[in-house]
Structure formats: C-alpha cells, structure tokens
C-alpha cells in the first residue's frame, strides 16, 4: 500500500476530506471530476463490489493492518493518529476509514424503469438520515429503483451513504424532472399523505397494480397540491392511539413492504 502519514493537514491532496462543502465535491461545471465521500469498511467494500472508483483513502493509523490491508488499494493512503483526524475532518472517524471516490455517472429516468415494477419517489427530501434509511428499506424490501426530484438531498452525501449501509450502490437510481416520465412507462402514481380523499394502505386495488411508484414527501410539509393533484391514489397508513403520522424513513418502509410485488 502507498501509505503516507498526515505531516500537514492543510496540503491540497487532503481538501476533500478537510474543507470542500458537498457542492464543490460534486463540481457541477465539471461533473466529471466530481468526488464523493464514503464512510466506514462496509459502506467502502460494497462501493468498490460495484464498480465505484476510489481516488484515495484516509485511515486512522491503528486500522491500517486490518481494514486497509483487507482492501489493498493502489491510491495514496494517509494515515494519522485519531487526533490529527479529527483536526483535519472535524469530526471522530467513528469507523476509522474514510474514501474519496469519482462520482459515477447516473442512468437515465428511462434506464432505471426499464425492468421496474415498484418505485420509490422521493420528492423535496432534504433530510440526509432519511435518504439514506428509505435506500436501505427499498433494498430490503424489494424496491426496483429510487428516483428522486432535483431538490432532493444528493444520496452520495457522507451521510446519507453511511446510513444506508450502502444500499445507494445497490439499488438503481437518478433524478426526475416529471411525474409525466413515470406515467409514460405506466407506472400508477401512488401518494403517500394525509388527506381527505386518502384510501388505506391496505386497499386491494392497490396491490392489484403492476406497476406502482411510491411518492413520499418531506417531513413536516409533506407532499404538494400538485403532486397531490397527479397521483393516481393519495394513500394513508391508518394509525393508532392518537398519533398522527410516521416518520417518512418508517413509512416507507411500512408503505415499501405492504405493496410490495
């Protein structure tokens, strides 16, 4: 391994992991060079599993004959004590390994419906933990793919990547522009909120559908009148004892595995 131990943590090969805000890591004039932070040994395996391209790696000292001898990469490696790191980072490396990895470039709304028959649709999500949980449900459950509106948090954000074990890497995904594209592939639009006009998760019709698209939207706010206004069903999960809602991470994981195909 091309080890090399932090003797300055203001070089330039260490700004990634330092002091670019997640807009300049993607670099939207030049996407191509666009960069994107990955946390912990499982999250960084299941990455390069799939075909993600590590640009290096940054290791607290004491991991490095373990966690980076298991991955024995050929890009600079550096390495530091806890402290240093959190001086550089921030932040306390809970998992000891960091990546900076190329961004990969996304398929098309198309690509990613082609064999679909359940979506998820995340609209306005601005919550980094609850991007990442709903990947990791939609994984589990059997979900064919995640499409998401373009004010959605990025899922590659350190964050989001790190509370979904993952899973960004596994299931397909991109941004939607329209809720027309759905509609053209035939997929029925399903819009989960709170409303007069809501049917039951539970309704048969529901199921009966071949193609479904799981519309969630942002805590507090939820859903717009006009996605409202497109959706095929505005659907309910019913609740007990008072409570009004759940968290949009356990709703789609109650709504993903109700409607499963």
Known sequence: MNVIEIKNIDCEEL?????LTEAQLKNRLHPEEGIFICESIKVIRIALEHGLEPVSFLCEDKFLDTQMAELQPSVPVYASSREVLRQLTGYDL?????????????PSVSEVLRDARRVAVLDTLASSENVGAIFRSAAALGIDAVLLTRTCCDPLVRRACRVSMGTVFQVPWTFIDS??????????????????????????ELKGRDKLAIILGAEGDGLSEEVLRQADYVVKIPMSRGVDSLNVAAASAVAFWELRK
């Open 179 to 204: 809720y027309s594209e759905l509609k053209q592939q035939g997929f029925s639009l399903v819009a989960m909120a709170l409303a007069d006009n809501s049917i039951a998760l539970g309704d048969d």
């Open 94 to 106: 809970s998992r000891g390994i960091l990546s900076a990895m190329r961004r990969p470039c996304l």
């Open 15 to 19: 700004a990634p992991y330092r002091s």
